[in-house]
Structure formats: C-alpha cells, structure tokens
C-alpha cells in the first residue's frame, strides 16, 4: 500500500495532533496546529513546522490561516477562537440598556473572524465613543 500524499511520513511530536493540519504558504507543506498552554496574544495559535529545523514551532492568527482548511481543523480554530475571546473589562458592564454589548458583540465577531483584538487603549476609546470600531487592517480615527 502506497502513501498518496506528497508529503513523506514525518513522526510529529507527542503534542501535536496530525489532524490539525493546514496547508502554509511558508514552507509550501502541511504544518499543524497544537495547544502549547502559552500565547503571545489573543487569537494566536501555535503552529508546527515539521520542515523547518531551525523554527519548527511559531504562531499564527485566523487572518493567516488558508481559507480551505480541513474540516477536523477549522473546527478546532473555531473553537480555540471562541475560548480566547479577552474578558469585557469590568468597568464597562452595562446592565442598563445593553449599551456596551451593543458595542462589544460586532469587536467579539470581528476576533474571531480574524484574530485581531484592539491594544487597551483604543479598546478603551471604542467602548467610550471616541473612535469608530477598530476594523481590521484600518487606522482608527479619534473623534476627541
């Protein structure tokens, strides 16, 4: 029986679980995705390289990953996206009204999406009203 992948057999190491593969562009092969117990911040995963023997562990967001990831995969992103979503700060919970989660729920579907989540002070500035939503890949404009 042949092997039909393209790739030969690499022996991954015990915490990395061969089902969580994805097609990366940096080195042109499968990589896959484990939980490492560490990020640098939210929304990233760790990723392993099994072609790289000088960086073979590195992280990456949602916006990198390929669109067509297998099924098994894109399952786990969701779910790792979901349980990384940061905390509302507590000054901010708005019984009264739902005014904040008005605002919280489009940036909390935005992180998801792609990883991205604004630094504490546009955070800050977008729940008061001094800028628009932080989209992704947009400069922020401050209305004071």
């Known amino acids: ?10 022996v991954l190491p015990e915490d990395v679980d061969p089902a969580l593969s994805f097609f990366s562009e940096r080195c042109g092969g499968n990589d896959f995705l484990y939980d490492s117990h560490w990020h640098t911040h939210p929304g990233r995963m760790s990723a392993y390289c099994p072609h790289s023997e000088q960086w073979p562990d590195y ?11 297998p099924v098994t995969t894109r399952y786990w992103v969701e779910g790792f996206m979901a349980g990384n979503l940061p905390t509302p700060p507590e000054d901010f919970f708005d019984w009264e009204g739902g005014k904040f989660m008005a605002k919280w729920r489009p940036l909390a579907a935005q992180f998801v999406k ?3 989540w604004p630094n504490e002070d546009l955070l800050r500035d977008y729940m008061e009203g001094r800028c628009t939503l932080p989209l992704f890949g947009e400069k922020t404009e401050r209305t004071t």
Not at 59 to 69: A, H, K, T
């Open 1 to 10: 029986m042949s092997d039909e992948t393209d790739e030969p057999t690499t």
């Open 59 to 69: 992280r990456i967001s949602v916006y990198e990953l390929p669109r067509d990831l």
């Open 114 to 116: 792609t990883g991205y």
